[in-house]
């Protein structure tokens, strides 16, 4: 008589960007997509019964759900039969259907358009658009603190855009490094303040929430640096203010996204559009003086090769660590650059 083996095959599953309670929804459709039987669930325990076939009652999975992992057991109905390769399949046909799930789901609300998705209006924040208000109310906040220092809201002087940190190319080499993110956040006036508000806010409600917060933040600095950098090499002797240069680098990171099947076709065709018209018109209406068009292309370009970078792992939904480490490096290489542009005096 031969002794039935302890039958079973366990396997574990990332959650990667979702909360346990969530991916368990996710979980509980894809046994529906299935038509499995549901046995058993609570708030960390799915149990569900495949089908079986001429030689077995089918298997009971069981999906245990903990903070940062899905655990997947399978095992035979029948204790005295059970086929590896039936239960490897089981799982790996749970896995790919919570997959596409969770795809759809991720696709459909990168398409819903910000007026659905922000139902309070584009300056308050919510829990996938929080960033963009907030560099708006900085902007904002920056320009009453000028005002109430004196300052001319519709013609501030050179003077005073440089003593608040505007971007000059000689102060800049001789150590005032600083001003390559301080100027970001200084405007030439209330209708500059205005214009690139409306830019931002547009950008922001549909970028912020495919990058989510770190990314965001981290790409407006990072292209905001090499927008500054780049017009500090064109122009010697101008001092440079505005978040222009900035939200050229989202929109960059933008483009770099909607080269890519992360976006739906038709939504990539329409924002296209939209957004080569804006940064064309920028750029032609920058050709007639008093514009920072270095900024500009600095900004675009640097945002560019940051979402083919950052790309592949939202489309991944890689762990904050991993986005953590692409940032610093990122980071580490604008950093070098800057100093090195710097110290060799090519400015």
Request: contains cysteine; glycine residues 8%.
């Amino acid at each position: 008589m031969e002794v039935a083996r302890s039958a079973g095959y366990t396997e574990d599953m990332p959650l990667v960007h979702l909360k346990p309670a969530q991916y368990l929804v996710f979980a509980q459709k894809a046994i529906g997509r299935l038509h499995w039987l549901m046995i058993t669930l609570n708030e960390s325990t799915l149990i569900c019964q495949s089908p079986g076939n001429s030689n077995s009652g089918g298997e009971i999975v069981t999906i245990t759900i903990s903070r940062k992992k899905a655990t997947l057991h399978s095992r035979p109905v029948n204790g005295y039969y059970w086929d590896e390769i039936q239960s490897r399949n089981n799982t790996a046909l749970v896995k790919e259907t919570i997959a596409a799930l969770i795809e759809e789901q991720d696709k459909a609300d990168r398409n819903l358009h910000p007026m659905h998705r922000e139902k309070y209006g584009a300056l308050i924040p919510s829990r996938s658009y929080i960033v963009t208000p907030v560099i708006v109310y900085i902007n904002v906040l920056v320009f009453i603190a000028m005002a109430i220092a004196g300052i001319s809201p519709l013609h501030p002087t050179a003077q005073s855009l440089f003593l608040w940190g505007g971007n000059f190319r000689p102060a800049v080499t001789h150590g005032e490094w600083w001003r390559l993110f301080t100027y970001m956040f200084l405007h030439g006036g209330a209708l500059h303040l205005l214009m690139n508000t409306f830019a931002l806010l547009y950008i922001g409600m549909f970028l912020e929430p495919l990058l989510g917060r770190f990314r965001f933040i981290s790409a407006y600095v990072l292209t905001g640096v090499c927008a500054g950098l780049l017009s500090i090499t064109v122009h010697d002797s101008s001092i440079g203010v505005g978040a222009s240069g900035a939200i050229f680098g989202m929109y960059g990171v933008f483009l770099a996204m909607l080269t890519t099947s992360h976006i739906q076709k038709t939504m990539r065709k329409t924002m296209r559009r939209s957004i080569l018209f804006f940064v064309v018109y920028n750029l032609m209406y920058g050709l007639q003086g008093n514009t920072d068009n270095a900024a500009h292309i600095g900004g675009l370009v640097s945002g560019l090769i940051i979402g083919f970078i950052y790309y592949r792992g939202i489309a991944r939904h890689t762990s904050f660590s991993r986005q953590l480490i692409t940032t610093a490096m990122i980071a580490t290489f604008v950093i070098a650059l800057t100093a090195l542009s710097i110290h060799s005096k090519l400015l």
